[in-house]
C-alpha cells in the first residue's frame, strides 16, 4: 500500500437515492412517527449462484459518503421545484445530519445469508433518507469483492491485478479497484484509485502502442528505453513466437515480463515459457489477460503463468453483479417508548425481527464451524468464538480508521483472517451450499 496521503473529498451523496425515501419521509414527518427510534439492518437472504460465502465491502465508502450526506442550496432548490417534497420536508433537510449508531461486519468480512452486515439504529427520519445510497454501494462493492475473492482462491500464490475500468462506469471503475485489492488483488490499473486509496497501480502498454510504431521493433525499444528492461512487453499484436525472440534480442535476460491477451492462453503460455527458457531468459514473468474469470484462472492453474490480469468479468461480478442485499426495518419504537421487533411477512422475502448480534463459532482447531445470530441479544461465546460487529458510527461521529488507505489495509488483513478460518471447501468453484450454516438461536426469532 503506498503510505502518502493526497487531498480528496467525495461528492455529495444525498440526492444518490430514491424519489420514495423523501416521500415517506414526508409523509413520516406529517404524521409525526419520523423521530421514532429505529433500527434498519442489511443483509442478504441468500447467496448468488451457490456461491459458499460472499465477501463484505464498501463500509470505508459508504462512511465517506456519510460525511458527505448533505442537502445544498440548489439540492433543496431543485426538490421544491419539481415538487419532489412540500415546504416542511424541505426545512427538515436543510440541517440534515445523521445522528445515530453504525455498526456492522468488518470490512473485509466474509459473510453468509442472514448474517447482520450492517446496522442502522437512529431517527426513522435519518435511517430512511440513507438506504439507496447504502445499498447501492454495499451491494456493488461486495458483489465485486465477492468474486474477486473467487478468483484470488483460483489463483493461489500467483498475483491477480484488476484492470477492468474501461468496462465499468468511472466511479464504479474506482470502487471496483478497491474492492478487488480488499479481496486480495495485489495491484490495479486505476489511477484515481491509488490516489485516493494508497493502492499499488501498475501499467506498461497496449496494442495500439505497437501498431503506432512502423515496426514492432520500434515500439519494443520505445518502450524499453521510457520504462526500462524490467518492463513487460505485450507480444501478441502479430506473431508472438516472433515477438519474444525480438523482445529478448533487445532487452536480454533481464526482460520483466510479457503479456499475452489472446489465444488460447494455456498453450500459448507453455509455448512462450519454452521459447523463454530456450533463450536464456528464465526469470521473464509470463501475465495472462483477456476475459478471464475464476474459472479460467483455474484452467490456466497448470499452466506456467506468473500473473493474471483480470478485468470485465471481475467489475461484472463474474456472473453476480449485485449481492442482493437488502435493508429493513427491523424494529422500532412504540407508542410505549420501548423498542419493539417489526418484520416483513412477505413470501419469498419475509425477515426476522428484533435488532441482531453475531459471532463466528470455530472447533478446537480455529475453523469456522457456525454463524451465530442473537436476536436482540448478543449470542453466548463457548470459548473461541470470534465477534463479527463493529462500532463505526457513535453518536453521528465516525470512528478514526474506517476511510481512506487505513480502512483499505484494514479490510484486506480481515479478509485474509476470515478465508484463513473458513473449511477448506470454501474455495471450491463449483455451485454448493453455504460453507457454514447461520444459526439463529432457538426461542429468539420473530
Same mark, same amino acid.
Given at each position: 500500500m503506498n503510505e502518502r496521503s493526497y487531498p480528496w473529498e467525495p461528492s455529495p451523496t444525498s440526492l444518490m437515492t430514491d424519489h420514495y425515501e423523501l416521500t415517506m419521509l414526508q409523509a413520516a414527518l406529517r404524521a409525526g412517527t419520523a423521530s421514532r427510534r429505529s433500527v434498519f439492518e442489511v %443483509?442478504? @437472504?441468500? *447467496?448468488?449462484?451457490?456461491?459458499?460465502?460472499?465477501?463484505?465491502?464498501?463500509?470505508?465508502?459508504?462512511?465517506?459518503?456519510?460525511?458527505? %450526506?448533505?442537502? +445544498?442550496?440548489?439540492?433543496?432548490?431543485?426538490? !421544491?421545484?419539481?415538487n419532489v417534497v412540500d415546504q416542511k420536508t424541505i426545512e427538515y433537510l436543510e440541517n440534515f445530519r445523521f445522528t445515530g449508531q453504525i455498526r456492522g461486519y468488518a470490512e473485509g468480512?466474509?459473510?453468509?445469508?442472514? +448474517?447482520?452486515?450492517?446496522?442502522?439504529?437512529? #431517527?426513522?427520519? =435519518? $435511517?430512511?433518507?440513507? =438506504?439507496?445510497?447504502?445499498?447501492?454501494? *454495499?451491494?456493488?462493492?461486495?458483489?465485486?469483492?465477492?468474486?474477486? #475473492? !473467487?478468483?484470488?482462491?483460483?489463483?493461489?500464490? !500467483?498475483?491477480?491485478?484488476?484492470?477492468?475500468?474501461?468496462? /465499468?462506469?468511472? =466511479?464504479?471503475?474506482?470502487? /471496483?479497484? !478497491?474492492?478487488?485489492?480488499?479481496?486480495g488483488f495485489a495491484s490495479t490499473s486505476n489511477l484515481e484509485a491509488g490516489y485516493r486509496y494508497g493502492v499499488k497501480t501498475v501499467g506498461t502498454a497496449a496494442h495500439s502502442f505497437t501498431l503506432l510504431h512502423d515496426t514492432e521493433e520500434q515500439a519494443f525499444r520505445a518502450q524499453i528505453d521510457a520504462l526500462g528492461i524490467g518492463t513487460t512487453l505485450l507480444v501478441d499484436t502479430y506473431d508472438v513466437e516472433n515477438a519474444v525472440r525480438l523482445a529478448v534480442d533487445i532487452a536480454g535476460p533481464d526482460l520483466g515480463g510479457v503479456r499475452l491477451d489472446s489465444g488460447d492462453l494455456v498453450t500459448q503460455a507453455s509455448a512462450v515459457r519454452s521459447l523463454l527458457d530456450m533463450l536464456g531468459n528464465t526469470n521473464t514473468k509470463i501475465t495472462v489477460t483477456s476475459d478471464l474469470d475464476e474459472y479460467a484462472i483455474a484452467a490456466l492453474r497448470a499452466a506456467p503463468v506468473d500473473s493474471y490480469g483480470v478485468g470485465t468479468r471481475?467489475?461484472?461480478? #463474474?456472473? $453476480?453483479?449485485?449481492?442482493?442485499?437488502?435493508?429493513?426495518?427491523?424494529? @422500532?419504537?412504540?407508542?410505549? &417508548?420501548?423498542?419493539?421487533?417489526?418484520?416483513?411477512?412477505? #413470501? &419469498?422475502k419475509a425477515s426476522v425481527g428484533g435488532e441482531k448480534f453475531a459471532l463466528r463459532r470455530r472447533n478446537d482447531a480455529g475453523v469456522a464451524t457456525q454463524e451465530i445470530v442473537g436476536i436482540s441479544h448478543e449470542p453466548t461465546d463457548d470459548g473461541d468464538d470470534r465477534e463479527l460487529l463493529v462500532d463505526y458510527v457513535t453518536g453521528g461521529e465516525l470512528r478514526d480508521g474506517y476511510v481512506g488507505a487505513q480502512a483499505v489495509e484494514r479490510a484486506r488483513e480481515r479478509h485474509a483472517q476470515s478465508m484463513a478460518e473458513l473449511p477448506r471447501a470454501a474455495r471450491r468453484l463449483s455451485e454448493g451450499e453455504p460453507v457454514i450454516p447461520t444459526v439463529i438461536e432457538p426461542g429468539t426469532a420473530h
Open positions: %443483509f442478504a @437472504r441468500r *447467496l448468488p449462484n451457490g456461491r459458499r460465502y460472499g465477501v463484505f465491502a464498501g463500509v470505508g465508502r459508504v462512511l465517506e459518503g456519510l460525511e458527505k %450526506f448533505r442537502f +445544498s442550496e440548489d439540492q433543496l432548490r431543485f426538490l !421544491r421545484d419539481t468480512e466474509v459473510y453468509f445469508p442472514h +448474517s447482520p452486515l450492517l446496522t442502522v439504529e437512529s #431517527s426513522f427520519a =435519518e $435511517a430512511c433518507v440513507l =438506504e439507496t445510497y447504502i445499498l447501492s454501494v *454495499l451491494n456493488f462493492d461486495s458483489a465485486v469483492a465477492s468474486a474477486a #475473492s !473467487r478468483m484470488i482462491g483460483a489463483a493461489g500464490d !500467483r498475483p491477480c491485478i484488476e484492470m477492468g475500468s474501461r468496462r /465499468a462506469h468511472e =466511479e464504479a471503475a474506482v470502487a /471496483a479497484a !478497491r474492492a478487488a485489492v480488499i479481496a471481475l467489475v461484472t461480478g #463474474s456472473g $453476480a453483479p449485485t449481492s442482493s442485499m437488502v435493508y429493513k426495518l427491523v424494529a @422500532r419504537e412504540g407508542t410505549s &417508548g420501548t423498542m419493539e421487533p417489526v418484520a416483513k411477512a412477505s #413470501s &419469498g
